[in-house]
């Protein structure tokens, strides 16, 4: 009987020895994944350093291309602005000369008709003096209207 006790025993010691054998390799699989894992974010960690020093070492030339390109498109525009500029001061120059001789024209029109005016002036001064009836009413017929375009240069929005 104590024989097999002693087996009894020595079954239990050894399903004891093989359960914690069991949970040994249960931690250690369970170990290697999370090692496996945390080596998997080192290498991905260390792809993303590799990157990060590269784009740091690329910084300046980076910028500094950007800087050219920028440069390059500002020196385009001053050239067109120069372009559209230099046909505005033509445009403008075309203007002030048609404006020019319009102006001449009203100015020797409106010496015309101040000349005129004068002379009707002197004729009905006279004519007062002379008290003729009949030339006065003659006079009558003279416009009480005078109509005057002037021409007035054009008006310019500022930007």
Do not use: W
Not at 30 to 37: D, L, Q, T, V, Y
């Amino acid at each position: 009987m104590i024989l097999f006790a002693y087996s009894a025993a020595s079954v239990k010691h050894k399903l004891h020895d093989v359960s914690e054998l069991t949970d040994e390799m249960i931690l250690l699989k369970e170990f290697a994944g999370k090692k496996a894992r945390i080596q998997s974010l080192t290498d991905q960690l260390e792809k993303i350093l590799n990157h990060t020093v590269k784009q740091l070492s690329a910084l300046s030339s980076f910028y500094q291309r950007m800087k050219n390109k920028v440069s390059a498109r500002g020196e385009v525009c001053h050239k067109l602005i120069e372009k559209i500029v230099k046909e505005r001061h033509k445009e403008l120059d075309v203007l002030k000369m048609e404006s020019k001789v319009v102006l001449q024209n009203q100015k020797r029109y409106i010496e015309t008709m101040i000349g005129k005016m004068n002379e009707k002036m002197k004729k009905a001064m006279k004519l007062q003096r002379t008290k003729n009836i009949i030339e006065i009413q003659k006079f009558r017929h003279i416009k009480e209207k005078q109509e005057i375009i002037l021409y007035t240069l054009p008006g310019f929005y500022e930007c």
